[in-house]
């Protein structure tokens, strides 16, 4: 059975930092990985996915996320923090078939401090 | 992007009543919608899989006389909570395949439930 990991539940930074939101996964074959934020009271958004070819996988929102197969990561990356990207950041793992039977990660909240 | 409605986006009810959730793909046709369940500080758990036209695919340790999802149209997904009680307080989400962006999930902004 595929799973998520992430290990942070919360992280605080400064505007203006980087940021690094940590996910590993199980799954026995080629994943289907993806981030999605959620902002309260919304519904998730995606932010990136990775299908195959290139690892580094460039996102919305200036996010970036890079597959390490030989980790079983899948780590979301951003060079600058502004403060709307406060949220929620799910990792998740898709089974064959892309989209359907996504696995979610138990989410970081990002808390953004001026 | 498509969007997905939501509605309500929160419902209080007492214990023993029913209640209904609605999930609407507002700019796109789609057949297959997912149902979410959200515990404060734990990941979405996927409660069932809704197949316009046909019965709902519920995972495993999900109690389909409770959670009774009816999936009528193209874009309308229902979710009833029957004899709601306190343990059934919970963010549900839903949601929908659109085919039209090669089958990317759209999200609804979540319905949080509260059972007294």
């Known amino acids: 059975a595929q799973s998520v990991t992430q290990p942070d539940i919360h992280i605080t930074v400064s505007e203006g930092a980087s940021l690094e939101l940590r996910c590993n996964y199980s799954?026995?074959?080629?994943?289907?990985l993806f981030w999605y934020v959620q902002s309260p009271g919304q519904g998730l958004q995606l932010l990136l996915k990775?299908?195959?070819?290139?690892?580094l996988v460039q996102g919305i929102k200036g996010f970036e996320a890079e597959f390490k197969r030989s980790q079983s990561s899948f780590n979301l990356r951003k060079p600058s923090v502004h403060w709307s990207d406060a949220a929620e950041y799910f990792c998740a793992v898709g089974a064959i078939g892309g989209y359907q039977k996504v696995t979610f990660g138990i989410g970081t909240k990002l808390q953004v401090i001026p | 992007g498509a969007v997905v409605s939501q509605h309500p986006s929160w419902v209080i009810c007492k214990s023993g009543t029913s209640v209904k959730i609605e999930c609407r793909s507002l700019?796109?046709?789609?057949?297959?919608m997912f149902w979410y369940r959200q515990f404060p500080k734990q990941s979405l758990m996927l409660m069932a899989t809704s197949n316009e036209g046909s019965k709902a695919t519920y995972e495993q340790g999900v109690e389909k006389d409770k959670f009774l999802i009816n999936h009528a149209s193209l874009t309308l997904s229902t979710l009833t909570v029957t004899s709601a009680h306190p343990e059934d307080s919970s963010f549900y989400i839903c949601?929908?395949?659109?085919?039209?962006?090669?089958?990317?999930?759209?999200f609804g902004e979540g319905s949080r439930l509260t059972v007294l």
């Open positions: 949601s929908a395949e659109d085919r039209g962006h090669n089958g990317e999930l759209f």
């Open positions: 990775y299908f195959s070819g290139d690892t």
């Open positions: 799954y026995g074959a080629t994943p289907y």
């Open positions: 700019d796109f046709q789609a057949t297959t």
